[in-house]
Each structure stands twice: as structure tokens, then as C-alpha cells.
């Protein structure tokens, strides 16, 4: 096996392993040889074999002795030597072994003289600091840092070693009994290695050393003992004075507040007398001075009574000065007399009743239970006023209706946010319903609670007509109050968060509502007016646009929001356009229904839109009419919602409210203007307008041949026909006209005679004119031209426009005003296509006429039927120079149409094939 040497360090162990080693070799050698048997004593080589094993072992006992002489003086303390004395126990009795201990006793000798002197430097060094130190408190920090400087003497299996580790000095051990231990453990330092000297060394051998360490070991024996008995006795001086204080008075009064009166002596005593008892208990070696007197073992005998009596008292005090620091003014006459009683209770505590006193138990056990009671009563009430304020706080947490975070959310149509707003007031009225069965089964609790704490009392029975119960319920319907408040407010400041543009762009929110900005008639004049469906505000806001005070349009809107009073105008709209062009026309009648998305479309019950900001300010009411779904405490008491609608902080909340409106109305009326500029789209009378292009202010021309009109307020074209010859045309009289209703008549024959070069160009010019009914076809095509100019102009707008919390849908005006736009200009090249079709359709007519009468075969002497012939005749003559200035005005136009966009490529083509029908003249 493995050899260990005791107090040895790594080098020692290796060659006391090499020496075991060795030693086995050797032996193995005399008792396992193959050519000798140890049995055969006739066998003379014995001899030999046992004299060389022999020489062997002296050799290595040489070598033991040596090691244990390097170990002794490599040793660094007593007890290290003592171990490594231990380890060699068995060779100690060999002769060689034995001579190198008895060289080494003197060097462990002089070890225990040096811890001797140790002994006497720390003791005369504790001594001084005591003498020095003030506090008794730091006696055990000293005197452990001083036991701690010496080591172990024994081995942990040892009986010793169990005396010694009671002998250890603790951090919050008692200063005397520190000491004392203290002490005890130098006297056992010196002790113990003193006696197991003895057994090792030889005294005579030593002599005048051993007799120098005896006279050392004496002293310190001396010196110990009486510092025990100092202290000793000290402490059972101070026994005497601390029993008196078991006769003290059990409470203390400070002011209203009372206090355990335990001295902290008796503690410190009690817990001396423990230690001290534990050290006797452990320390059972001769001389060892714990005399403990019988009244202090007593003391510890009855310390768990005491500590249960401090206990209670401790819990009374602090049930006690509870009550008195926390009472409110209305908590006070429901528990005044309960709270009288225990206070004179607690009077005999301070006064007759003491720690040892008869009846101190019973004393104890009555205000115990009289201050749980008081303090659980109080506690109850409390709990359920506590409980109350957290029922209206889940009640305000639990309002998620706004803000709307969601990213990808899409405004609503008012009807669909109304309707939420629906539900949301029948949720929140079916939570305030639950709330009110709570808190009635609360209030009911708390006076159930108080009227039993003072029928256990002996007292008056206590109603709910009770002045005191009376006012305590005011005070739980204050906090109530409190609570709606706080709820109301929690949800205005969702409705103010879901408003604010900043917040909106910071959160990345979509706007709460949309509004569509459409083109609708004014049910007052029928005249058509532009305008946002639902309405945005009143008349109020387009008198603060007019006068150019947009302060001021905050301060309305503030001030409508906010509750204050505002004097409306009647009448009057929300329109821009109006505003710039010094009218009012009102919001259009068109409403949601109109697009088909259903629900309620936000009227009143008069039928008139409601404006948006007053649905603001009727969700505000909304919100404040939460208050109406509690029910109050009392009958006769304020109902909720008029201490809501006093609340200042909702007035400021409803101001800022005020504020994101009036800006979000500005805005959505700002994109609004930007459609002002075609406000004539809609304003103008198309009919008047073109009347007044073409210059006569007359009505529409019937549609008619060019060829065929008559001047302003003559008659229509007739014919002068044979009675056989109905279609035969009458020779035109009169000279061609301009105008709208300017019809070219002829009056009499035309004289047949060849028109120069500017009489072409003149008729070519005068025939486009009667196509453009006296207009140039110039002025056609600046007029065509504009329209298109206007469509551009549209297609720039924008379809739709975020302003704060309102998306503006203007798609619907765009769509509107594209539609009139078309209309207006096709009211301009219709005209003109309906002219050149009347002039070919006319021109085709007379054709198919003359071809039937130019037929017709003319017998002799049929004079009828010869004028007819020659009367067509004429007026084929006649057409001739008309027909000649057609067809380039013709292509003209239809050119201009076409660059315009008027017409069709299949129209123009169409047209064009009509006049390569008409004959060259």
C-alpha cells in the first residue's frame, strides 16, 4: 500500500515509499529464494541470507531515523511535529530510530517554549487593549482575530479536538463570555501540548530547558486563571442588576405610540447565560470556573416564556401605532370606541403590569386580541376600498377602443365608426354594471364587518342611516368618483392621442375617418355646390376662413370641444370654393348610403348631416356619459357625470381636442381649395355660356342645313312647289348671315355670273363661320383647347390626401368634375357635328330630290311639267356655288376636332367619306 507520512512534505513521503519498498525487496528475498528451503534447518546458508537481511534492515532503520530527523526540523509548528511524532510511533522503540529522536526532542522542545512566549505576547497585548477600549462590542471581533493566530494541536478524530472547537470565539458572541472562552481556549492552547510532552520526552534529559518551560507553563496558568476569575465575577455582578429589570413595566409610551419595554440587557443576558452553558456543558477538564447562578439559569430556564410574551407585545405595539398613524377622519367614529378601550388596556401595561407580574399573561392575550380585531376590522375596509379603486382601474385599462396602432388598419366611414362606438358603449356599459355589483358587495362587506367588530364589542348596534357609516360612504364614493374620473379621462386621452398628428407620425398611424369630398346640389337653391360628405364643421369655421383668422378657428373649435358655449350662425356650409367667391353654399346632400356602404349615415333626426366636429364633441359626451352607468352610493347623492363635466383637466383635454380638429378641418378645406379653380365647372350655366360664345344671347338653333337659315327673327326657309311637285325647292331670297340662328335664305334668283378669287375665299370663309354659328373656328379650338387643359389639370389632383386624423377622399369631386368637363366640351364640338351633319344630310337630300325630279319625262306640250324641270334646273344652278365652299371648311373642322380630342378617329372617317360623296360642281 501507499505510505504517508505524517507532517511530512512530498519529498519525506517519496523516500519513506522508496525505504517501504526496499524493505520488501529484502524480505522477499530470505523467504522466496528458489534454492533454499527456510524450513530445512540442516540448511547452513541460512546463516548468511538472515545476516545479509539483517545488515539490509539497519541500513534503512539508518535511513527512517535520518528522514524523521529532516521532518522534525522541517516541522513548522507543535502540531505538525506532533503528527509526524504519531507517524513514527511504532519505530520510535528501535535503537536507531530511538537515537535520532532523542537528537530532535530538544528542537521540539524549544518549539513548545516559542508558543509559550506566543501565549504570553497575545494575552498581555489583549489585556492593554481592553484597558484602551470603550465599547464592549468589539471585545469578540478583537479576540477572535487573536484566537485565530494560533493553529490546531490535535488531529480532527481526536477527543480534544471536540473541546477545542467549542472554545471558538464567534463574531456575535456576548463580549463576557468572549472572554471568557477566549481565555479558556489559551489555557487549553497551553494544556493540551503540555501533557503530550510529558508522555514523549524525558525530562532529566533536557534539564535546566525543561525546568525554564515549566516555570513559563506555571505563570501563564496563573495569569489565565485569574483573568477568568475577573471576568467571571464581573459578570455575576452584572446578573444582579439585570434581573431587576424583569420588573419593568411591559410598554412604553412615546406620544401616542407605544413600544415594547424589554431591556436589551435582559437579551444580552439571556444569551451570556447560553453560551456560558454551552461552555460548561463542553468544557468538562479540571479547573474550568462556570459557576452560573440558579436565578440565571432560571432566567434561561423561562427565556422561551419571555420571548413569547415580547413577541405578542411586539405585535400589539405595532397593530397598535398602525391604527393611530394610518386612521383616517372618517375611519375614526365607526372604531372610536373599540379604539378607546384598547387604549386603556394598554394603559395597565404601563403601569402595573410587568414582565413577572401575576396576570401578565392574560393581560397580553386580551389586548392581543382586541388590537387583531381593531386592526382586521380596519384592514377589511381597506382591502375593499383598496378593492374598489382596482376595479375601476381594470375598468380604465380595459378601454382599447383608442387609439387605433394598427399599421395596416384602414380609416372608416363614419357610419362603421359609429357603429363601433355602439358597441363599445354597450361594453363598457355591461363592465360598469359588473363594477356596481362589486362594490355594492364591498360596501355591504365593510359594514357587515364594522357592525360585527362592535356587537363583539358590547357596543351600539350601527345602522346604515348612521352619521359615522353616512360619512364613510361619502368617502368611498369620493374615491369612486375619483376612479370615473380617471377612466373618463384615460379614454379622452386615447381620443386626444388618435387625433394628434405628431403622436400619428411618430406611431406610423392611419387616420381614424375618411370623408369624401363630392359635388352635390344645394337643397336651398338646388344649384349644384361642392362639399364633404358627412360635413366638416359649421358655419362658425367659414366666418373665421372669411376673415382670415385662423386663431380664431382654433379658438371655436377649442371652445365647441371643451364645452364652453359657442353662438352659431344659421346656415351656411364648409365649402372653400364658397368662401373664396364670397358664398356659402351648404354640404352637399349626398351621403354614405349614396356609395353603398350602409349603416347609419351619422344624420340627426331633422335629416341634416351632423358636422364632423360636432360628432366629435357627441363622442366626447360619449365618453363622459360612461359616468351615468355607475350608480351612486347614496340616493340623494351628485350623480358621476356632473363631477366629470366640472373636471377642469377634462376641459384641457378637450381644448387640445379642439386644436387636432380645427387643424385636421383646415387641412381637409386647404386640399379643398386646391379644387376652387374649377369651380366653374359647376357653377357656370353651360347653356348662358355658349350662348354668349356664339354672340347672338339666343336660344339653341334647330338643327338645319347651313344652306337653309334664316336671319335672327325671320322665317324659316319655304319652298315654292308646283301642286305636282311637292319636294321642289323655292328659290332662296335673302344674303347669308352669322350668327347661332342665322339661317342664309335666298330672296331671289342669284344672278349666274363667275365669282373672282376673293369672292372663294370669302365664301369659304363665310361658310365656316355658319358652321361655327357665327364663331371662328379659332375660337373653337382655344375654347376646345381649355377644356382639355382643364382634364390635364384634374389628372394632377389628387385622388385622396391625409389631413391629422381625417383621410380626405376626393375622387369622387375629381370623377364629377371630369364628367361636366366632357360634357361642356362636347356641348361645343357636338355643335359643330351636328351642323356639318344637318349640311351633308341636307345637301344628300336635295341630291336624291333632284335626281327624282330631273328624271322625269316631259311630254308635249306639258308646260307644268317642263317649269317643274326647269325650276330644278335653277336651283341645281343655284346649290352649285354653295356645294363648291363645302368641303374644306368641312375637313377643317373635323381636323380641329380631332386634334382636340372632340371626336373619334371613326367619326372624322366617317365624316370624311360623306364629303368625297359630294359631286365636283
Given amino acids: 500500500g501507499r505510505v504517508v507520512l505524517g507532517g511530512g512534505n512530498a519529498d519525506s513521503n517519496t523516500v519513506l515509499a522508496t525505504v517501504y519498498d526496499d524493505f520488501r525487496a529484502a524480505l522477499s ?6 534454492d533454499f528451503d527456510l524450513l530445512d534447518l540442516d540448511d547452513a546458508r541460512f546463516d548468511d541470507y538472515y545476516s545479509a537481511f539483517r545488515n539490509r534492515t539497519k541500513q534503512l532503520e539508518k535511513r527512517i531515523g535520518t528522514l524523521l530527523i529532516a521532518c522534525v526540523a522541517a516541522s513548522h509548528n507543535l502540531a505538525d511535529a506532533y503528527k509526524l511524532i504519531d507517524t513514527f510511533e511504532g519505530f520510535l522503540q528501535c535503537a536507531t530510530i530511538q537515537q535520532a529522536w532523542l537528537s530532535q526532542q530538544v528542537v521540539v522542545l524549544d518549539m513548545y517554549h516559542r508558543d509559550l512566549l506566543h501565549v504570553q505576547e497575545m494575552l498581555t497585548e489583549q489585556l492593554s487593549k481592553e484597558r484602551r477600549m470603550e465599547d464592549p462590542r468589539h471585545f469578540a471581533k478583537a479576540l ?89 465575577a464581573e459578570w455575576l455582578m452584572g446578573i444582579s442588576s439585570a434581573q431587576k429589570k424583569l420588573h419593568l413595566a411591559l410598554i412604553s409610551r412615546c406620544g401616542e405610540l407605544v413600544r415594547v419595554n424589554f431591556s436589551m440587557e435582559l437579551v444580552r443576558l439571556i444569551r451570556e447565560v447560553a453560551y456560558m452553558a454551552d461552555l460548561a456543558h463542553n468544557d468538562t477538564s479540571e479547573g474550568s470556573r462556570y459557576a452560573i447562578p440558579t436565578h440565571a439559569r432560571d432566567l434561561l430556564t423561562n427565556s422561551g416564556l419571555l420571548r413569547t410574551r415580547r413577541l405578542k407585545l411586539d405585535a400589539i405595539c405595532a397593530e397598535y401605532n398602525r391604527v393611530v398613524e394610518t386612521l383616517l377622519a372618517v375611519e375614526r367614529p365607526l372604531v372610536a370606541e373599540e379604539l378607546a378601550s384598547l387604549t386603556e388596556l394598554l394603559a395597565e401595561g404601563t403601569d402595573r ?62 357610419p362603421a365608426f359609429l357603429t363601433k362606438l355602439a358597441d363599445w358603449k354597450a361594453q363598457r356599459q355591461t363592465l360598469a354594471e359588473d363594477v356596481n355589483r362589486d362594490v355594492a358587495t364591498l360596501v ?52 386626444e392621442r388618435q387625433l394628434n398628428p405628431v403622436r400619428m407620425a411618430d406611431a406610423g398611424a392611419v387616420p381614424l375617418l375618411e370623408v369624401k369630398l363630392r359635388l352635390g346640389k344645394d337643397p336651398a337653391t338646388g344649384a349644384p355646390a361642392d362639399g364633404f360628405d358627412p360635413p366638416l364643421s359649421h358655419s362658425i369655421y367659414v366666418d373665421a376662413l372669411k ?29 372653400p370654393t364658397a368662401v373664396l367667391r364670397k358664398q356659402n353654399p351648404p354640404a352637399p346632400a349626398a351621403s354614405a348610403r349614396d356609395e353603398g356602404d350602409g349603416g347609419d349615415d351619422g344624420r340627426d333626426g331633422g335629416g341634416d348631416a351632423r358636422p364632423l366636429d360636432e360628432c366629435v364633441q357627441l363622442w366626447i359626451d360619449d365618453f363622459k356619459s360612461v359616468a351615468t352607468y355607475f350608480a351612486p352610493l347614496e340616493d340623494d347623492a351628485e350623480p358621476f357625470l356632473e363631477a366629470v363635466q366640472k373636471d377642469e383637466e377634462m376641459r384641457s383635454v378637450g381644448a387640445v381636442i379642439g386644436e387636432h380638429v380645427a387643424t385636421a378641418i383646415t387641412a ?20 348662358a355660356e355658349f350662348d354668349a360664345f356664339l354672340g347672338s344671347g339666343g336660344g339653341r338653333p334647330q338643327t338645319a342645313s347651313a344652306f337653309a337659315r334664316s336671319d335672327a327673327g ?84 389628387p385622388d385622396g390626401q391625409a389631413c391629422g386624423w381625417i383621410r380626405v377622399d376626393s375622387k369622387p369631386l375629381k370623377l364629377s368634375l371630369r364628367e361636366l368637363c366632357l360634357q361642356q366640351r362636347s356641348t361645343y364640338s357636338g355643335f359643330l357635328m351636328d351642323r356639318i351633319h344637318d349640311d351633308l344630310r341636307d345637301l344628300q337630300a336635295f341630291m336624291t330630290n333632284a335626281d327624282r325630279e330631273l328624271d322625269r319625262k316631259v311630254g308635249d306640250g306639258d308646260i307644268e311639267s317642263l317649269k317643274g324641270v326647269m ?42 367619306a360623306s364629303v368625297k360623296e359630294i359631286p365636283d360642281a
Avoid at 376 to 399: H, I, P, S, Y
Avoid at 676 to 683: P, Q, R, S
Avoid at 735 to 754: D, P
Avoid at 885 to 912: F, G, Q
Wanted: glycine share 8%.
Fill in 871 to 912: 325650276k330644278w334646273v335653277r336651283a341645281c344652278k343655284d346649290r352649285n356655288d354653295n356645294v363648291r365652299v363645302m368641303c374644306e371648311p368641312i375637313r377643317n373642322i373635323t381636323s380641329a376636332l380631332l386634334k382636340c380630342d372632340s371626336i373619334t378617329a371613326e367619326a372624322s372617317l366617317e365624316v370624311e
Fill in 29 to 34: 528475498q530470505l523467504t522466496r529464494r528458489d
Fill in 547 to 575: 376673415k382670415q383668422q385662423p386663431g380664431k378657428l382654433h379658438q371655436v373649435a377649442s371652445d365647441l370641444l371643451a364645452g364652453r358655449p359657442i353662438r352659431r350662425k344659421a346656415g351656411g356650409g364648409s365649402s
Fill in 668 to 687: 381637409c378645406q386647404q386640399l379643398q381649395v386646391q379644387f376652387a379653380k374649377f369651380a366653374t365647372i359647376w357653377e357656370e350655366d353651360t347653356e
Fill in 353 to 414: 403590569a410587568t414582565w413577572v407580574a401575576a396576570g401578565t399573561e392574560a393581560f397580553i392575550d386580551t389586548a392581543l386580541a382586541k388590537a387583531e380585531r381593531l386592526g382586521g376590522v380596519l384592514r377589511t375596509m381597506r382591502a375593499n376600498c383598496a378593492e374598489l379603486e382596482q376595479q375601476l382601474v381594470k375598468f380604465r385599462v380595459g378601454d382599447t377602443f383608442l387609439p387605433v396602432d394598427a399599421k395596416d388598419a384602414k380609416p372608416a366611414l363614419l
Fill in 144 to 232: 477572535l482575530a487573536t484566537a485565530s493566530a494560533g493553529g490546531s494541536m490535535f488531529p480532527q478524530g481526536r477527543p480534544e479536538a471536540r473541546f477545542e472547537r467549542a472554545l471558538q470565539v464567534y463574531d456575535r458572541m456576548p463580549p463576557t463570555v468572549a472572554k471568557i472562552a477566549w481565555s479558556r481556549s489559551l489555557q487549553h492552547r497551553i494544556e493540551a501540548p503540555y501533557e503530550r510532552l510529558k508522555e514523549l520526552l524525558v525530562p532529566a534529559a533536557h534539564g535546566e530547558k525543561w525546568q525554564n518551560m515549566e516555570i513559563l507553563h506555571t505563570s501563564l496558568q496563573k495569569q489565565i486563571g485569574s483573568y477568568v476569575d475577573v471576568q467571571t
Fill in 444 to 495: 355591504e362587506g365593510g359594514f357587515r364587518t364594522v357592525a360585527q367588530l362592535r356587537v363583539d364589542a358590547g357596543l351600539s348596534e350601527l345602522t346604515v342611516h348612521d352619521p359615522s357609516w353616512a360619512d364613510y360612504t361619502a368617502h368611498l364614493a369620493s374615491r369612486m368618483e375619483a376612479g370615473i374620473r380617471g377612466a373618463v379621462l384615460h379614454s379622452l386621452c386615447n381620443l
Fill in 714 to 797: 325671320s322665317q324659316s326657309c319655304t319652298w315654292d312647289r308646283d301642286p305636282d311637285a311637292s319636294a321642289m325647292p323655292s328659290t332662296p331670297t335673302g344674303t347669308v348671315r352669322s350668327g347661332r340662328s342665322g339661317r342664309m335664305s335666298h330672296a331671289g334668283v342669284v344672278e349666274e355670273e363667275e365669282a373672282d378669287e376673293e369672292d372663294g375665299d370669302e365664301a369659304l370663309v363665310q361658310y365656316e363661320r355658319q358652321l361655327c354659328g357665327g364663331a371662328t373656328l379659332e375660337a373653337f379650338g382655344k375654347k376646345l383647347a381649355g377644356f382639355n387643359q382643364v382634364l390635364l389639370s384634374l389628372g394632377h389632383l
